[in-house]
């Protein structure tokens, strides 16, 4: 074992302090090619939902002619895509939030039932679970449209609630069983002795202690439902059932060329998940160290 | 704990036929085990209706072996796949390398490294069908927001991006590189806030510089965490519906079709379902090993997402 430090060149200040410069410089220019590559397409989105009808081809960098008029007339309903915008907003929301809530029931129940009743080969039921992942999303959809058929729930909400469902809850049985390891058995032994069954250790025990779990799972399930798209346009096509998302996907497959008001509405449609992105970013990146990681 | 266990032979007394256990060892009994069997019939329920009998239904659609015989046949299939597998090979790792060198960058100390990040969440937060929307109109020939900022800043015309076949693969997986960066940026960044700073003390006290702390320091510690975000976004790249649907929408020509969106054409625009499911479970054999090596690694170094 060497007993010397290795020996580092000892340069000039001048040149310590233009390497420092020169650090600090390619940094900001970095972090400006950084700001200018995220906010390109969002200023696309802007600009061009805040043209007129005839700026959108114009071809400037800038806004050639602002109006509001687009927003207006998603707002309004005033087009025949969007005669039910504000029902289909609705729909959308409702999306959101089932998914949201039937993931965290769903997902907390099977995991106390793994992680907390001691299933003697609850891993077999965890690892069965990571099986939805092998076959993509996308490549289920054609058996599940078939399916939702046959059960009869073709162009009712539930269809697309039940199927984003079952693709977030196995990630989120993961990560509750994962953070449900860092909560001690003597808290479920303790209850149980003091004559509570399973139903109120769930209630009073294990929900207020996964609250951090719940909150990060909450919001990825909420992030992948409102991402979603394929599952959206093909369970749902009916005016009454359709959600935003396929309202939206209407401009891209008609003749005319109305893109002001596609834009504004895709502005329209991100705006829930912008605002629940700056007030919970916490706890979306939080979800990502659930558990911690070890190499 | 320790009083319990020697009061309880004295309260059992003398005919004791078990030696006793703690109560969490037993298996279920009783009231428990139909407590349990209620907490798991809704996951059950769910994964029944909508997972094993949708798998073994597609199975059973996709097992004619003739389908597969046209689909070879098909000239436009073998390009599929090769998109697939430029889509999956070029855009995750490109994606992943640059992430983990952005993870690096976002961990500097200036004032202006937080907003910047929350900024660069922010494609991360955006929905993906705006945001392939917004894409896909940046590039479109006439009057695109990219081509008019190319007139502006060099006087150059833009070539017409949907045109040329590798132009336009070359925009899908920027597509799909602008969205998900930012999220593999985070996890990497949650990777490397998990390293003691005291190991990378101890490295500068035994004299290494910047770039040996990295190649001795950090990357063998995130060696492992990056082998399993790489293979589970190959998974869930090869399965990719959005990005190459909405903005290349296959242009030119059907030449930049995915195995999902192909798969989606023949299915639902042909009316041939079966052919377009024969097409995804033909990605099956890459997938399955893919799907095995992750959960051995997932189990065998606990690298949690």
Request: charged residues 10%; contains cysteine.
């Amino acid at each position: 074992m060497s007993t010397t430090v290795p020996r580092r060149r000892i340069r000039s200040p001048l040149f310590y302090r233009l390497h420092r410069y020169g650090v600090e410089a390619s940094c900001l220019a970095l972090g400006f090619i950084l700001a200018v590559w995220s906010l390109a397409p969002l200023y696309n989105m802007w600009k061009i939902a805040l043209e007129s009808h005839e700026g959108i081809f114009g071809g400037s960098v800038w806004l050639a002619e602002p109006t509001l008029e687009a927003f207006r007339v998603v707002v309004t309903q005033d087009f025949w895509y969007l005669e039910r915008f504000w029902h289909q907003f609705g729909n959308s929301f409702i999306v959101w939030l089932s998914v949201t809530v039937l993931t965290l029931g769903i997902a907390s129940l099977a995991s106390f039932t793994v992680g907390r009743m001691r299933l003697r080969n609850g891993w077999m039921l965890t690892n069965a679970a990571l099986m939805t992942y092998v076959i993509p999303a996308s490549f289920l959809a054609i058996p599940i449209y078939r399916i939702m058929n046959i059960y009869g729930l073709g162009n009712h909400l539930s269809s697309v609630i039940l199927a984003l469902t079952t693709f977030a809850t196995p990630y989120a049985i993961f990560i509750f069983s994962q953070y449900g390891k860092s909560i001690p058995m003597e808290l479920d032994e303790s209850a149980r002795i003091d004559g509570a069954n399973p139903l109120q250790i769930y209630y009073r025990i294990y929900l207020p202690l996964m609250a951090p779990a719940l909150v990060a799972v909450g919001t990825y399930a909420l992030l992948l439902a409102w991402n979603e798209y394929l599952y959206n346009f093909l369970l749902l096509s009916t005016p009454q059932s359709m959600t935003v998302a396929v309202a939206l996907a209407q401009f891209l497959n008609s003749d005319e060329s109305p893109w002001n008001f596609m834009m504004a509405t895709a502005i329209i449609y991100a705006l829930p998940p912008i605002i629940l992105y700056y007030g919970l970013r916490r706890y979306m990146a939080a979800g990502l160290t659930m558990g911690g990681v070890k190499g | 704990m320790s009083a319990t266990h020697q009061a309880l032979p004295l309260a059992r007394g003398p005919a004791v036929t078990r030696s006793w256990r703690p109560p969490w060892r037993r298996g279920l009994r009783g009231s428990d085990v139909t407590w349990a069997i209620a907490f798991f019939i809704p996951y059950g329920v769910v994964f029944l209706a909508f997972v094993a009998y949708p798998i073994v239904y597609g199975l059973w659609l996709g097992s004619d072996p003739a389908l597969y015989a046209n689909l070879f046949d098909d000239p436009r299939y073998k390009i599929t796949v090769i998109n697939t597998l430029l889509l999956a090979g070029v855009g995750v790792n490109l994606k992943m390398f640059v992430a983990f060198l952005l993870s690096g960058f976002f961990l500097r100390k200036e004032r202006w490294i937080k907003p910047l990040l929350v900024l660069f969440m922010l494609p991360w937060a955006l929905p993906a069908l705006s945001a392939y929307i917004s894409l896909h109109w940046m590039f479109i020939g006439y009057g695109g927001f990219l081509n008019s900022a190319l007139d502006m800043l060099f006087g150059v015309d833009g070539p017409i991006w949907f045109n040329s076949y590798w132009l336009a693969m070359g925009i899908n997986i920027l597509a799909y590189i602008w969205k998900w960066l930012p999220f593999w940026t985070l996890v990497f960044l949650a990777g490397r806030l998990a390293i003691p700073q005291e190991i990378y003390e101890a490295a500068e006290v035994d004299g290494a510089s910047g770039l040996r702390r990295f190649a001795f320091v950090t990357f063998p510690l995130l060696a492992n965490l990056y082998l399993v975000s790489v293979l589970l976004s190959t998974l869930w790249t090869v399965g990719d519906f959005m990005a190459p649907y909405l903005v290349s929408s296959g242009a030119p020509a059907l030449h930049t079709l995915v195995l999902a969106t192909y798969g989606y054409r023949i299915a639902f625009d042909h009316g041939y379902p079966t052919m377009g499911l024969a097409a995804m479970l033909s990605a099956l054999p890459v997938l399955i090993p893919l799907a095995l090596l992750l959960m051995r690694r997932l189990q065998a170094s606990e690298v949690q997402l």
